[in-house]
C-alpha cells in the first residue's frame, strides 16, 4: 500500500514539472512574440515621423553614342545633301533618362540629343497593375515593329535598316499605352495624338493615332529561341494641316515579325508594308501608295556569349562578357550580316513618293570590352533614289560607307 501511495505522489509530482515546464515555454514563446510586434511597431512609427527624401525611388540611365563615317565620291547625292554624304565625326546621339518611383507609380523623363538638336523623349506617368500589366500616360514612344523597338544601345549595327532609316514610323507621341509581357508573350497597344517637336513645341499634324503590336516565342529554352510577331498603325491627319501639296488623307501599315536563335547565333527578319491615302486635289491627284519594307540580319557571337532576349521590348538585344578586360579578359566578340530595303514606289502610278527608295548591304564586327561599352566596324553598300513632291528626281545612286561608332551607356 505505501509503496502504490508513492507511485502515485511521483506520477502527480512529475506531471506538475511537466505542465510547468510546457507553461514556462509557452510563455516565454509569447514574450517573445510581443516583443517582436513591438519592435515592428517602433519602426513602423520611426519611418512614418521620418522627412521625406526626394531621392528615394530616384534612378538615371543613358548613353553617349560617337562615331566617323567615311563615304566614296558620288558627286550628284552630295548635291542633293551636303552634309548627309560628306564624311564626318561627331557625337551621333545622346539621353539621359530621368525615373522617379513612388509605390506603384512612376515618373518618366528623357531628354535626346541627336544632329545637332535636344528633343524630348519619354515623358509619362507609369502605373504598374501588377508584374505584367503596365500602363503610361503622356508622351512615349508608340507601339512599332522591331526594330524601332530595339535599344540602340544594343543594336549590331551602327544604322537603322532602311526603313527605319527612311523614317516611316512616327516617333514619340502624347497618349495612352498599355503594355503586357508575360513569360512568352508580349502585347503593347495605345491611342495617341500628336507629339512635340525638335523646338519644343505641340505639332498639330494628326487626328489620332492608334498602334499595336503583339508578339510570341513559342520555343523558349537554353539554347533555342523562336519570336513571332505583328504590328498595325494606322493615322488620320488633320485636314487643316496637311502637308501641301501632297495633303496626306490617312495612312496605315502592318508588319510581320521573326526571329531565331541558336545558342551563339540568331537571325531577325521582318516585313512591313505601308499604305498612303492622298486627297484628289494635291499635287498627285488622288493616288494612292503602297510602300514595301524589309529587312533581315544574321548575327554571330565569336566568343560564344548568347545574346539576351528583351521579353518587356520584343527582340534579341546584347550580350553578357564572360570575359571582361576588367578581370583581365578579351572582352566579346561579334560578326553581323544585314541586307534591308524600302521601296517608296507606287506600283500602280508609276510615281516615286518623296519619302524615296533605299538599299543597304551591310557587314561588320564589334568589340564589346564590358557589358557597357560597345565599338562597332561596318561597310556597307548603298542605293538610294529620292525625289521632289511632284515625282522629279533630286538624287539617285549608289555609293559605299565605311562606319565606326563608339557606344558607352549606364
Known amino acids: ?53 526626394i531621392l528615394d525611388g530616384l534612378s538615371f540611365n543613358g548613353r553617349l553614342h560617337t562615331g566617323a563615317t567615311w563615304y566614296n565620291e558620288n558627286d550628284e547625292l552630295k548635291e542633293y545633301n551636303n552634309d548627309s554624304f560628306n564624311n564626318n565625326a561627331t557625337v551621333k546621339r545622346a539621353r539621359l533618362n530621368v525615373k522617379k518611383q513612388i509605390n506603384d507609380f512612376s515618373l518618366n523623363l528623357e531628354i535626346n540629343y541627336q544632329k545637332n538638336r535636344i528633343s524630348l523623349g519619354d515623358a509619362y506617368i507609369g502605373y504598374s497593375v501588377n508584374d505584367k500589366n503596365f500602363l503610361k500616360i503622356g508622351q512615349s514612344m508608340i507601339p512599332a515593329f522591331m526594330e524601332r523597338e530595339k535599344s540602340t544601345n544594343t543594336m549590331a549595327t551602327i544604322a537603322f535598316n532602311a526603313p527605319e532609316s527612311l523614317g516611316w514610323v512616327a516617333g ?18 495605345g491611342v495617341f495624338g500628336n507629339g512635340t517637336n525638335n523646338d519644343g513645341q505641340l505639332d498639330n499634324d494628326m487626328n489620332y493615332n492608334f498602334s499595336f503590336r503583339n508578339f510570341y516565342t513559342p520555343i523558349k529554352n537554353e539554347n533555342w529561341l523562336l519570336h513571332l510577331g505583328y504590328d498595325f498603325m494606322y493615322q488620320d491627319y ?36 505601308m499604305y498612303r491615302k492622298y486627297e484628289k486635289d494635291s499635287r498627285f491627284g488622288k493616288v494612292n501608295f503602297d510602300f514595301d519594307g524589309f529587312s533581315t540580319e544574321f548575327v554571330v557571337n565569336f566568343t560564344g556569349e548568347k545574346r539576351n532576349y528583351s521579353q518587356k521590348g520584343g527582340y534579341i538585344a546584347g550580350v553578357k562578357v564572360k570575359n571582361p578586360v576588367s578581370k583581365g579578359g578579351y572582352g566579346a ?3 553581323v550580316l544585314r541586307y534591308s530595303f524600302a521601296d517608296g514606289k507606287d506600283t500602280n502610278k508609276g510615281i516615286i513618293n518623296n519619302i524615296g527608295c533605299q538599299y543597304d548591304y551591310t557587314v561588320g564586327i564589334s568589340w564589346i570590352p564590358e557589358n557597357y561599352i560597345m565599338i562597332l566596324f561596318n561597310y556597307s553598300k548603298n542605293g538610294i533614289t529620292k525625289t521632289n513632291n511632284v515625282g522629279n528626281y533630286t538624287a539617285k545612286g549608289k555609293y559605299d560607307a565605311f562606319a565606326i561608332e563608339a557606344r558607352m551607356f549606364f
Open 1 to 53: 500500500m505505501r509503496t502504490k501511495f508513492l507511485f502515485i505522489i511521483g506520477v502527480l509530482f512529475t506531471t506538475n514539472n511537466l505542465f510547468a515546464d510546457n507553461y514556462n515555454q509557452q510563455i516565454q514563446n509569447l514574450q517573445k512574440q510581443l516583443d517582436e510586434l513591438s519592435k515592428k511597431i517602433e519602426l513602423q512609427e520611426k519611418q512614418q515621423n521620418k522627412n521625406y527624401n
Open 172 to 189: 514619340y507621341l502624347i497618349g495612352v499605352d498599355y503594355v503586357y509581357y508575360g513569360d512568352r508573350s508580349g502585347l503593347s497597344m
Open 238 to 273: 488633320n485636314e487643316s494641316v496637311r502637308y501641301n501639296p501632297t495633303k496626306i488623307d490617312y495612312s496605315y501599315f502592318y508588319g510581320l515579325e521573326f526571329a531565331l536563335q541558336y545558342k551563339f547565333m540568331d537571325v531577325s527578319s521582318e516585313f512591313i508594308k
Open 333 to 335: 566578340w561579334q560578326g
